[in-house]
């Protein structure tokens, strides 16, 4: 097939009034629950035109739905790429098939926004990040809580030295994950640290604003549950930063619901509530002097915020912040974690170099997305 040119709308001078068109790859939970329904709140500079997944009455139900007359299976996905019809996709299928899709994508001009984690292994977030650079489209990494109120005042009460010198981070992100779900499909690359632990991997990089260097980590798993014949129930993990720093964390699929982190710092420490899932309202605890401060965030469309901020980079030629460089520094995390815990032993880390960091000019603010009825897909949590 011969390379298609990039055909996103040029940005004129100012505010630019193109839209950048999508196609969402992969239909499943998270691109029904929150991809989909955040285009109305996207609108001005996103719109969604094509939808790919080989369940036709997917297709026919959720084409009806959002007024998207574009469909294809994943055997054409060729045909949409020659089509003309899109100028990005965004690629929301099961981890080990990110890179196929993203590559094949960027080769034919198209800008790509990827599901975290960025891929399953170093070798394929390279070959990504190569390909789009190679054919000047742009490559982000789904971080939306890069551009989520409540995090970047985390990072900007740390940053502000209120808590002098950050020590030490702590998490813990779990939920009880249902049998048979695609997160515990080992040939897929689930498992609680590519679904969960890559929050709180990321959430560390970006409060240090540093990246680790060496890892420690363990791992269990329940022999006599049956979820947990192919992935681990649980892994924990000391990340060591400079500055003798450290980040801990426990990701888990077979505990209660919990999310949040904590850094404590030489004069006091912060701590956010509800820190990962966007499905509920956010608090952000400072507590300077034994005196705390409480500042509370609304639920908010964050799948929205992330469209337009691409959308933009793509119009605009600005390099995202969550670049494939970001999706590539916590695979390599991963990757270092899953050694650590199988030799027992401290993996050092190749240390991937960041010029950006999400910062509190990215924040973008939508209302929330109206819930949605799912149709031939289930929520990946037990009841």
Known sequence: MPNRKNTTPKASAGKSTKKVRYAV????????????????????????????????????????????????????????????????????????????????????????????????????????????????????????????????????????????????????????????????????????????????INAARYLFRDEPYEVTAVSSRKKEDPRFNEVDEMVSAILRFPEDRQAAFTCSFGAADIAYYSVVGTKGEICLDQSYDMAFPSTLYTTVGGKTQTKEFAKKDQVAAELIYFSDCALTGKEPEPSGLEGLADVRIIRAIHESAQSGKPVAIERVEKRTRPSKDMEINRPPAEKTELFHADSPTQD
């Not at 020659?82 to 001009?109: C, F, T």
């Not at 490559?139 to 209120?162: C, F």
């Open 25 to 200: 790859v992969g239909l499943g939970y998270f691109s029904q629950s929150a991809i989909l329904p955040a285009f109305a709140h996207a609108g001005k500079n996103s719109e969604l035109v094509s939808l790919v997944s080989n369940d036709p009455e997917k297709l026919k139900k959720l084409g009806r739905k959002y007024k998207v007359k574009s469909t294809y299976s994943y055997d054409q996905f060729s045909d949409l790429l020659a089509s003309g019809e899109v100028d990005a996709v965004y690629i929301a299928l099961p981890n080990d098939q990110h890179k196929d899709y993203a590559v094949r994508a960027a080769k034919a001009g198209l800008h790509v926004l990827v599901e975290k984690p960025m891929a399953v292994t170093e070798r394929d977030c390279e070959e990504m990040i190569r390909t789009a650079n190679e054919h000047h489209v742009k490559l982000m990494t789904a971080y939306r809580l890069h551009l989520d109120a409540a995090n970047l005042k985390a990072i900007e009460t740390v940053e502000s030295g209120k808590i002098g010198e950050p020590r030490f981070y702590n998490s813990a992100f779990a939920m009880q994950v249902k049998e048979d779900n695609i997160r515990i499909k080992a040939e897929h690359g689930g498992g609680p640290v590519y679904d969960l632990g890559i929050y709180c």
